[in-house]
């Protein structure tokens, strides 16, 4: 059995008054502190590199595609979200996308495509916003989904980070 | 003529300003209450939101009229015009304001009746409004609807006592009903408290003020008092079943109400239109002083309203009977031997 002792009040506190006053005091003093509300719209998001949007492909500096369609992606993707279609080309790489879609209505934004792929290409961006009138339009191809490596670059290093930390763990 | 036609504009213009102000009210609680929350509140509809009551009341307009099955269908629509009805009517005898102008030798005042019992008149009407509450209870067929508009009852019965005394005391000091009068009286300058603070009632009755002004209260169903509502307990209380303008209806009531009694505590005990110092104070700078005393008590309403928690019935009950009566017996006693010596 518990006993609790409660606060004995003192003849101000029962003559409830004061305590009114003192309470509307605190109240009135919040009225005159900023807002914790944010106006979404015209407001936008504070993301950072953690922030774990919505995947985009990394484009290099000469306009070239990393990707190399080898298609460890589309087999990590828990959502079946990822298409991806292969091509031969004459760069170093040999092979480029010829078709890589990203369906949103599946995407789950859980970020094991950008673990999976072996070339940094994949990576997932601080972009949150996403609504459209229509289920197509939110199938995105290779033209909505390629970024600029500069857009990316924060992210690339902080992944880059996580992963040195692992391979200068480990014992093996 | 004439005077008939000022009187019809006075009355267009005072009914039309009420309601206006129920509107601004119900804005200016969301955004009090957003404010005191450190939220924001609806700043979307118009510049700062000024029109959201606009939108709120073509939104009501547009919902379904429902009456429940069971219902007493005539009392359940009687109910909310009573209401309302009875909130708009206590405000005719409010002084607002000094002398407007004079037509062919007839003074034209800031008010729509100068009637010579106007503070029983505001009693009277205000009394009334109840019966919306009641009845709307009573006529919805569910029982939170019951509970809410019985505990409306009982809380009317014992506060409106306790406000009556409250009143009593100014006019037996004032030896009038008419408020234009207590008012006047409240701004002679040898009524002055001390010789030299303004001869308000607040200064003469400080009990009677605080117990009048927790009386009001008590009376509009505001909170820490708003048994007839009650949201946690009773769901909606006596509103609880109304749906559409009827529900609309009632929180118009319930507002003017709030502006009535704010006018009543301005006029009784803060000198209502006049101001201090400045007995011969122009029709527009009286009015102005008036409506900011209002305005102060209408933000003490909301202020309340989101800094204190709901009481207990019979904390309610208790406070009522033998806590405020008492005093208010008192104090009158002690008026009675002032006024009498």
């Known amino acids: 059995m518990v006993i609790i002792k409660r606060k004995q009040l003192t003849w101000m506190e029962k003559a409830y008054l004061p305590e009114v006053i003192r309470g509307l005091r605190i109240t009135l003093g919040k009225m005159f502190q900023k ?26 500096e000469d306009s070239t595609i990393r990707c190399v369609s080898c298609g460890l992606c589309e087999i990590a993707c828990p959502a079946y979200a990822i298409t991806i279609d292969g091509q031969e080309t ?46 197509q339009g939110l199938i995105y191809g290779l033209d909505k989904l390629k970024r600029p490596v500069s857009a990316l670059k924060k992210r690339i290093a902080y992944i880059n980070k996580i992963n040195d930390r692992w391979r200068t763990s480990s014992s093996t | 003529m004439t005077v008939l ?7 267009v213009v005072i009914f039309g300003a009420l309601i206006s102000a129920a509107g601004i009210s119900t804005l200016a609680e969301r955004r009090v209450s957003a404010w005191i929350q450190h939220r924001i509140g609806p700043n979307r509809v118009g510049p700062f939101g000024v029109l959201q009551p606009l939108a709120d009341g073509i939104k009501f307009i547009f919902k379904e009229e ?80 019951l509970f809410g508009g019985l505990r409306a009852t009982a809380q009317m019965i014992s506060y409106e006592l306790s406000m009556i005394l409250c009143i009593l005391a100014v006019v037996a000091m004032s030896d009038t009903l008419n408020l234009r009068e207590i008012v006047n009286l409240q701004d002679s300058a040898d009524s002055r408290c001390f010789g030299f603070l303004p001869g308000w009632n607040i200064f003469y009755q400080p009990l009677a003020f605080v117990l009048f002004v927790i009386c009001t209260f008590a009376e509009t169903n ?31 009531g319930e507002y003017c109400a709030m502006i009535v009694m704010s006018c009543m505590t301005v006029t009784l005990f803060l000198g209502g239109f006049s101001v201090p110092y400045w ?49 208010a ?10 006024v009498s010596l």
């Not at chain 2, 036609?5 to 009355?11: D, E, N, P, Q, S």
């Not at chain 2, 909130?87 to 009746?113: K, N």
């Not at chain 2, 009773?234 to 303008?245: A, I, N, P």
């Open chain 2, 5 to 11: 036609l000022a009187t019809i504009l006075k009355v």
């Open chain 2, 279 to 327: 007995s011969e104070a122009p029709f527009l700078i009286g009015l102005a002083s008036f409506l900011l005393k209002v305005t102060f008590f209408m933000f003490l309403f909301l202020w309340v309203r989101w800094s204190l928690p709901r009481f207990r019935y019979d904390q309610l009950m208790n406070l009522g009977w033998k806590v405020f009566l008492p005093l």
């Open chain 2, 66 to 145: 429902f009456v429940p099955e069971g219902a007493n269908r005539w009392l359940f629509i009687l109910a909310p015009a009573l209401s309302a009805a009875a909130a708009l009517m206590s405000v005719a005898v409010i002084p607002f304001g000094g002398l407007i102008t004079e037509i062919d030798g007839t003074p034209i005042l800031m008010s729509i009746a100068d009637l010579d019992i106007g503070a029983l008149w505001v009693v009277a009407i205000g009394g009334l409004g109840i019966y919306g509450v009641i009845l709307g209870g009573w006529a919805s067929n569910s029982k939170y609807s």
């Open chain 1, 90 to 135: 004459d760069r170093m790489i040999e092979r480029e996308p010829e078709k890589f879609e990203i369906d949103f209505l599946r995407c789950i934004l859980c970020g094991f495509c950008e673990e999976a792929c072996p070339k940094e290409a994949i990576m997932m961006s601080d972009e949150l916003e996403l609504a459209d009138t229509s289920r």
């Open chain 2, 329 to 338: 017996l008192v104090n009158i006693l002690l008026t009675g031997l002032a």
């Open chain 1, 35 to 60: 807002p914790s509300t944010r106006q979404y719209p015209e407001d936008p998001l504070i993301t950072t590199e953690v922030t774990r949007g919505q995947p985009r492909l990394v484009v290099n």
């Open chain 2, 222 to 252: 505001r909170h820490p008092f708003d048994f007839a509502e009650c949201e946690s307990e009773l769901v909606g209380g006596f509103h609880t079943e109304y749906s559409s303008m009827k529900f609309a209806l009632f929180f118009i």
